[in-house]
């Protein structure tokens, strides 16, 4: 990639492709003490105030400046790097590669918690597993206090829900969830009925005496594949139907429609939603419902199979951060006369992570 000059105007050159940059593309990121605030990095100026008709008066191009007069009297010295940057998508956490992961996956990306921790080089090393993988784990997070609310604080903003700023999950009478019992859980995604639906889940584990209770995750992005390799006519339909997801308690009705499968503008997978207790199919051609309703077997049989899922412990101390959009978690029963299992769990997006990543690698230079 490089810059090139010709007649006042500025080329841009990627791989033998050469484009020129508007100028007006230019004079919007113009810096300098009067333009830009110091601290923000905003405008100190309205760029829908300048005049349409911006054009080149002078051009200076040295190893690693670029110095611009506009017609409009405006001068500016641009670092190359900075404009080039804007060319890449190295910064885009769409793209970091996923990681197909299945039942055979060994490293449960344990990172371990310590004073500062989310200022360190090891946080960054952190969130980039969970973009490749869709969890990771932090052990000997401490557990007073709900620090939960501090640690999901600490990357980003929490995401309150109706269940709270965070939620207790232990079994207590009359809950208005199968969360709140000590049944098994099959592998779900969590609240597909909210618009938006919560991006990441943190699960906080407070204590765990029980012998099961095990925390089980499914990567929904390896199952998709799997479907649409060997199973193209559910592959499709699962992409194409809206369902409608639904909760229902004493003070609210939420409700939304979504694809179990949702591709992206690309048509590439972006989220799974699965909760076989709260989806409601539209009333379509008996034919469509038909392959339907096999599709969604099958996907359900692949996301409840041996092959797929990994079992683990949680103990006292850990907190498993998981991509509610990609994968699926459950947890198998337990007795509760075993003893006590408390976790917290709580709901951060996707800006969290993002932003916190973003600013870890501009303060490592990485
Ligand atoms: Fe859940």
Redesign the pocket.
């Known amino acids: 990639m490089k810059i090139e000059l010709k007649n006042n105007k500025v080329f841009f050159e990627n791989q033998g492709l050469k484009k020129e940059i508007h100028p007006f593309w230019l004079r919007e990121r113009v810096n300098g003490d009067i333009y830009i605030d110091k601290g923000t990095q905003q405008r100190l100026f309205d760029p829908t105030k300048i005049k349409e008709n911006i054009s080149i008066n002078k051009l200076n191009l040295s190893d690693d400046y670029l110095e611009v007069t506009f017609n409009d009297g405006a001068y500016t010295k641009y670092l190359i790097q900075n404009i080039l940057k804007e060319f890449s998508n190295t910064n885009d956490t769409k793209y970091i590669q996923k990681i197909k992961w299945d039942s055979s996956l060994k490293n449960l990306n344990n990172f371990k918690f310590k004073e500062n921790f989310f200022e360190e080089k090891q946080m960054y090393d952190a969130l980039i597993n969970f973009y490749k993988y869709g969890f990771v784990i932090f052990k000997n997070v401490p557990t007073k206090n709900n620090f939960i609310v501090n640690f999901a604080n600490s990357i980003g903003s929490i995401r309150r829900t109706n269940f709270g700023e965070f939620f207790d999950v232990k079994s207590k009478p009359n809950p208005n969830d199968l ?1 709140y019992t000590s049944l098994s ?1 099959a592998p ?1 995604t ?1 609240n597909p009925y909210r618009n938006p639906v919560p991006c990441i ?1 943190m699960l906080h584990c407070i204590e765990n005496e029980v012998s099961g209770g095990l925390s089980t995750l499914v990567d929904g992005y390896t199952v998709t594949e799997k479907l649409k390799n060997d199973f193209s006519d559910f592959y499709k339909i699962l992409t194409e139907v809206k369902v409608r997801f639904q909760f229902i308690d004493q003070s609210v009705v939420l409700e939304d429609w979504a694809e179990m499968i949702q591709l992206d503008e690309d048509r590439k997978f972006k989220q799974v939603r699965f909760s076989p207790r709260l989806d409601f199919v539209p009333l379509i051609d008996k034919e469509k419902l038909e392959l339907y309703y096999s599709a969604r077997k099958k996907v359900s049989e692949l996301y409840n199979s041996d092959k797929y899922r990994i079992e683990f412990k949680l103990i006292s101390g850990d907190l498993l951060m998981i991509d509610n959009h990609r994968l699926l ?1 459950g947890r198998t029963s337990y007795d509760a006369n075993e003893g006590r299992r408390f976790l917290q769990g709580c709901y951060i997006d996707y800006d969290s992570t993002e932003g916190k990543l973003k600013h870890l690698k501009r303060k490592f230079n990485l």
Do not use: V
């Open positions: 969360a859980l779900h969590d889940q978690h």
